[in-house]
């Protein structure tokens, strides 16, 4: 959910100022995101906070790659429980505060936090309390010209209207570094469902990143429907079409290839020739 005044933006172009939110789906979504984030962060030796509900997190981003000492620090939240049972903001704002502190004395030129507080949720008054936290940190960073942060929260584990709150309190969406991007078409990996979305005209010279995106998303599929969200696409060619029907009944027997929000014309000349009756291939939501 997002704000009117909210700013979307791919992970690598986050900048100091953003307080950016994060709703995973799950971890092939965390990975993605925050992973880029922190491993983007690292090369650039940037300081890393990692904010966690526990001290054996792994952090994402973190596989086969060496930190040079004191780039990362992992900051546990078990003291963020109040005596009876409850979540404590200040406690994590105060956390947060002295690492930031402490990573400014120390002459870095750009400070990466990230903290996922999910476990605030299975607390007493966990919500509120968050949305309390959120505000907080939104005040904190915003004004900050070397904090960058994103906010991260399983969205499995909230309903509509606690997305909706909690997206409140970010000024700023991240989303994922697109797999291609040009002046023409940009390809991004969606997760909730998997698969790609498609933006701006499909022509014969971008079959290839096409077939390698989807390469890639079908690599690391289980067998589940792959969706491809086309609102976007104001052009595909018929060469374009063809290959995804080729992809399609490739995978028939498993999970079929669907095409959501097609734009009107398109869909009707698929429906017109027939190409929504092709083994795997199915047209989704409109």
């Not at 005040?139 to 906010?151: D, K, L």
């Amino acid at each position: 959910m997002e704000t009117l005044s909210s700013v979307r933006r791919p992970v690598r172009e986050l900048r100091p100022g953003d307080h950016a939110w994060l709703a995973y789906s799950g971890e092939d979504e965390q990975r993605h995101v925050v992973g880029s984030f922190v491993r983007d962060g690292l090369e650039a030796a940037h300081k890393i906070i990692y904010l966690a509900g526990s001290d054996d997190v792994d952090v994402p981003g973190m596989h086969g790659v060496r930190a040079r000492p004191g780039l990362l620090t992992v900051v546990p939240l078990a003291d963020a429980r109040r005596p009876d049972g409850g979540f404590d903001p200040g406690t994590v704002l105060a956390a947060l505060t002295g690492e930031i502190a402490g990573a400014e004395d120390g002459d870095y030129t750009t400070i990466r936090v990230t903290a996922d507080m999910t476990f605030a949720l299975d607390l007493p008054g966990g919500l509120g309390e968050l949305l309390r936290c959120e505000r907080h940190i939104e005040r904190a960073v915003c004004p900050s010209t070397r904090v960058t942060a994103i906010c991260q929260i399983d969205r499995r584990r909230l309903s509509a209207d606690a997305r909706t709150a909690l997206a409140a309190t970010h000024s700023t969406f991240v989303t994922p570094n697109p797999e291609f991007a040009d002046s023409v078409l940009q390809i991004v990996r969606t997760f909730d469902p998997v698969g790609l979305s498609l933006l701006g005209e499909l022509d014969a010279s971008r079959h290839t990143v096409l077939d390698e995106a989807l390469n890639k998303v079908l690599g690391a599929s289980r067998g589940e429907e792959i969706h491809l969200d086309l609102a976007g696409l104001g052009f595909i060619d018929l060469g374009a079409l063809n290959m995804l029907a080729d992809v399609a009944a490739r995978r028939s027997g498993t999970g079929p290839l669907v095409l959501d929000r097609m734009p009107l014309q398109l869909r009707t000349i698929m429906e017109t020739v027939g190409w929504h009756m092709l083994p795997g291939l199915r047209l989704g939501t409109v």
